[in-house]
């Protein structure tokens, strides 16, 4: 398996315009996670889904963010619109529902909203 | 009380030396204490990982040494290598396992050769 593959791995946008994160889980993975990581704030856990339902969106800074998992093997979180402060590297993980100590990480992507 | 406090926020050790890297946390409901690291422009990965019913977990150079009582615990690193400079993070969760991971705010290890 390919590990936890999120495109693009960078992304420069201007403020005010909509940004969409993209993740594809590692296959069988019943977990998926959002994370953020900024220097400030460390790695924050924005949202996870179980089998494609959403379980916990209490990280989730503001309504302009959103996230949606239409099926088991691809995940978006979407910024509209971004601001200068959602400057982040965005990580997605996943996980087995069983068994499951280990959360695989993506490698990232790099957003600056300028 | 969902806090993982972590320190040092940088540490420089010799190679060969010991690196010691230290978690605190407040909710005794954590049940899951793992340790990732990333390099740069990486995703984290678990390196080791304990649960609060032991009190220490070795896995070759890297242990995990847990105080349940002092809520504590922390990450040696013996032998350092260059390789194994990179940030460390320490985390908990209260389901056992990967759910709902609060993580530390990383420690910053450089290894000098």
């Known amino acids: 398996d390919a590990g936890v593959i999120q495109s693009p791995r960078h992304e420069v946008t201007e403020m005010g315009q909509e940004v969409t994160l993209r993740c594809k889980p590692i296959?069988?993975?019943?977990?998926l996670f959002w994370y953020r990581q900024t220097m400030m704030r460390g790695l924050e856990l924005l949202i996870y889904f179980n089998n494609n339902v959403p379980i916990d969106d209490s990280g989730m800074p503001e309504d302009r963010f959103s996230a949606k998992m239409p099926n088991a093997s691809f995940s978006t979180l979407k910024i509209q619109p971004s601001e200068p402060r959602d400057s982040a590297v965005y990580f997605c993980?996943?996980?087995?529902?069983?068994?499951?100590?280990?959360?695989?990480f993506g490698q990232g992507t790099r957003l600056t909203v300028v | 009380q969902q806090q993982v406090k972590q320190s040092p926020q940088s540490l420089i050790v010799q190679k060969g030396g010991i690196s010691i890297i230290n978690c605190a946390y407040e909710n005794t409901a954590f049940d899951y204490f793992p340790w990732y690291q990333q390099f740069p422009g990486k995703g984290p990965a678990l390196l080791i990982a304990?649960?609060?019913?032991?009190s220490e977990k070795k896995e070759g150079r890297f242990t995990i040494s847990f105080n349940k009582s002092a809520k504590q615990f922390s990450l040696h690193i013996m032998d350092s290598q260059p390789g194994d400079s990179a940030t460390y993070f320490c985390?908990?969760?209260?389901?056992?396992?990967?759910?709902?991971?609060?993580f530390g705010q990383g420690t910053r290890l450089t290894i000098n050769p």
């Open positions: 304990i649960r609060p019913d032991v």
């Open positions: 985390a908990a969760s209260i389901s056992g396992g990967a759910q709902k991971l609060v």
């Open positions: 296959s069988g993975h019943d977990y």
């Open positions: 993980a996943s996980s087995f529902l069983f068994g499951g100590t280990e959360a695989f």
